[in-house]
Structures are given as C-alpha cells and as structure tokens.
C-alpha cells in the first residue's frame, strides 16, 4: 500500500533526495518549502508527477503549517528536515549576532516543534504513523568542535526536544526519533562531504520504513546505528 509522506525543506538538499526517491517509488509526497516559486527542481517534478503536491511555508510560522493542515488528507510519514547553518565561526564571528542566532534556534528547533503539533492529527489518522527529524551528530554533548555555537546547541536542543515528544506521544503509539544524516555533500556540508545527497537519502528511506516503538526517543546514525547523545 502506498504511504504518504510530507518532508519540510523538500527544495533542496537532502529533502529534494528524499523526495525524488519516494516519488520513484511511488508514494505521495507533501513538499513544504519557504519559496517554491525558486524551486524549480521540484516544480519540475511536480508537473510530470501526480504524487507530488508543492506548498509554501516557513516552518517557524505555526499559523501557515495550521492552515496546511487543513487542506490536507492523513499522512503516515511526517520528515522535519528543514534547517539551517546559521554562523560558522567561533565565539568571535562578526555573524553571531541576535538576529542570526534566532533564525538558527527558531529555524532547527521551534520549527520541529510547530510542524509536529501542526500535523499530529494527520498522522493520527494513519495506520502506521512515524515521525523523523533530521538532527545532526555535530549536536551531541561530548565533541571537540569550538565553531557552529548555535547550530550545534540547536540540534542538541532538537533532540531533546524530539524526546519530550516521544514521551507524550506514547499514548498515541507514534514513534519519534532523530537521524544524523551523514557528513553529505549540501551547501552546509560542503562539496569534499562524504556522501551525496541520494545515497543519504537511500539508506534514511530504509531506516525511516523499519521504525516502531522500540526506537522511540532515540538517535540514529544514517545506516542505522544508534547514536548517543
């Protein structure tokens, strides 16, 4: 039976792998992005393919993912890839100021959150509904780096955050967890990264389809592993 699946930030990147996978599949996809009207990888795709519906939305506006919502029929796969790098430097990069550190902590963290809590009923509706965040190991609380300060707290924040989710969603028998994408050839990975977009896309697929309450509330690496953090 075909699944539907609704990705954040399917424009670019590991959400437009993903996507294209899935489509070849043939499942539905939900695409979410800031500015379709610049994704023309994906319009593309969405003119040859039936099982590809494009909608704007910033994942930090809870009322544009609601209104979403509305529109939509149940999902079983809801992927919050959407993020971003914010400032690279350390403690004395000129770019880590206010109004980029909030982008980055309402962008990676708040926006999770206010897609699950936007979708949760859709999912509900589903037989076997399954909820997955794209975190980073760059994230975990024992590391050597002295630079990325607000996208590593960022993805330390999400996967807490994914964990207080697996706990509530308990009762609903919705399983939650994070994946580490891998070191993957993006505009935040960088062109010398070790894996292309799809073949981190091909194994996350994999991984994503064998979910279930055992793996509530935990971290994976993009082949499977677990992850401590």
Not at 119 to 129: A, C, Q, T, V, Y
Not at 198 to 223: D, H, V
């Amino acid at each position: 039976m075909n699944k539907s699946y609704l990705i954040t930030g399917a424009n670019r990147g590991i959400g437009l792998a993903l996507t294209k996978i899935i489509i070849e599949k043939g499942d539905r996809v939900i695409a979410l992005c800031r500015k379709p009207e610049e994704a023309e990888e994906l319009r593309a795709i969405s003119n040859t393919q039936g099982n590809l519906n494009i909608f704007k939305a910033d994942v930090t506006k809870e009322d544009e993912l609601i209104k979403i919502s509305k529109s939509i029929d149940n999902i079983d796969f809801l992927i919050c890839n959407a993020g971003i790098m914010g400032p690279r430097g350390g403690m004395n990069d000129k770019d880590t100021n206010y109004r980029n550190i909030s982008e980055v902590l309402m962008t990676n963290v708040a926006g999770p959150f206010f897609t699950i809590k936007s979708f949760i009923g859709k999912l509900r509706e589903s037989k076997d509904p399954k909820i997955v965040i794209l975190s980073s190991r760059m994230g975990t609380q024992m590391h050597h780096g002295s630079d990325a300060y607000f996208y590593r707290a960022s993805k330390a924040a999400v996967n807490n955050i994914m964990v207080s989710f697996s706990n509530e969603l308990n009762q609903f028998n919705i399983p939650i967890t994070s994946f580490h994408p891998g070191w993957v050839q993006t505009d935040m990975g960088g062109s010398h990264a070790s894996l292309s977009p799809e073949e981190s896309a091909s194994s996350l697929i994999e991984q994503f389809k064998e979910l279930g309450s055992k793996n509530t509330g935990k971290f994976y690496n993009y082949e499977g592993s677990e992850i401590s953090f």
